[in-house]
């Protein structure tokens, strides 16, 4: 199954809250898991990535908590900002070589309010 | 670097006609993609290439021709528009070594609609 499962659809936080992204697969090929941010009107961009054999990665305000065995990873934002108002996307990688593939959540809205 | 660019970024076509979406990339990258974005269905894969004269299919790509003549272009191709292919589309690029993370850097997008 080449398939990301991502949840929620939609996110509200206040500002200065933590907002939590999750994401859960079956493909245990999978080797790479990065996170992309779109604001309105511009292309996806990479914000923060991790590999299955680290449990957690942190980026500033930005950490991404891996799951190996429940399949499971999630984005943290602490502090949300409204600047960080954006759609957010969690893929997977797979396939060998050089002809490896991305496979992306469905997204998810996140608003911070002020 | 300008990165991936797009044109246009707008277009309204009417159901039947043909037109090409163009993407270009100057950070020299072998590997280049086509996606659509459509509500609630993230991002789909369309078509791919690895290289110049190399092209292969994603997940989605009834409807869509595309073409690899240099490294710097990648040109995609709707022969005959239909709704469903209303959809923001989205060029990305990345280098095509073995490293997994090779960052996959996406134009900012064409808004297509088909009447």
């Known amino acids: 199954q080449q398939q990301v499962k991502q949840s929620p659809q939609s996110l509200i936080v206040q500002k200065g809250g933590i907002s939590i992204i999750n994401c859960a697969y079956e493909?245990?090929?999978?080797?790479?898991f990065p996170w992309y941010q779109q604001f309105p009107g511009k292309g996806p961009a990479l914000l923060i990535a991790i590999r299955p054999d680290v449990s957690e990665k942190k980026e500033g305000r930005f950490t991404i908590s891996f799951n190996k065995s429940a399949k499971q990873f999630s984005l943290h934002i602490m502090d949300s900002q409204p600047g960080d108002s954006a759609t957010y996307f969690c893929a997977a990688k797979w396939g060998g070589g050089s002809n490896y593939k991305l496979t992306f959540g469905k997204g998810t809205l996140l608003t911070v309010n002020p | 670097n300008a990165g991936v660019t797009q044109t246009p970024k707008f277009q309204v076509l009417k159901t039947g006609q043909s037109m090409t979406l163009q993407c270009a990339q100057d950070m020299n990258h072998e590997y280049m993609s086509w996606y659509r974005q459509d509500p609630g269905m993230g991002l789909r894969l369309i078509h791919y290439?690895?290289?110049?004269?190399?092209?292969d299919q994603g997940e989605v790509p009834n409807g869509y021709n595309v073409s690899r003549s240099t490294t710097e272009d990648f040109p995609l191709r709707l022969l005959s528009a239909a709704p469903s292919q209303t959809s923001v589309y989205f060029c990305?690029?990345?280098?095509?070594?073995?490293?997994?993370?090779?960052?996959?850097?996406f134009g900012p997008g064409t808004r297509l609609t088909v009447l």
């Open positions: 290439s690895v290289g110049a004269g190399i092209t």
């Open positions: 493909n245990t090929a999978f080797d790479y």
């Open positions: 990305a690029s990345r280098t095509a070594t073995r490293a997994s993370e090779n960052e996959q850097f």
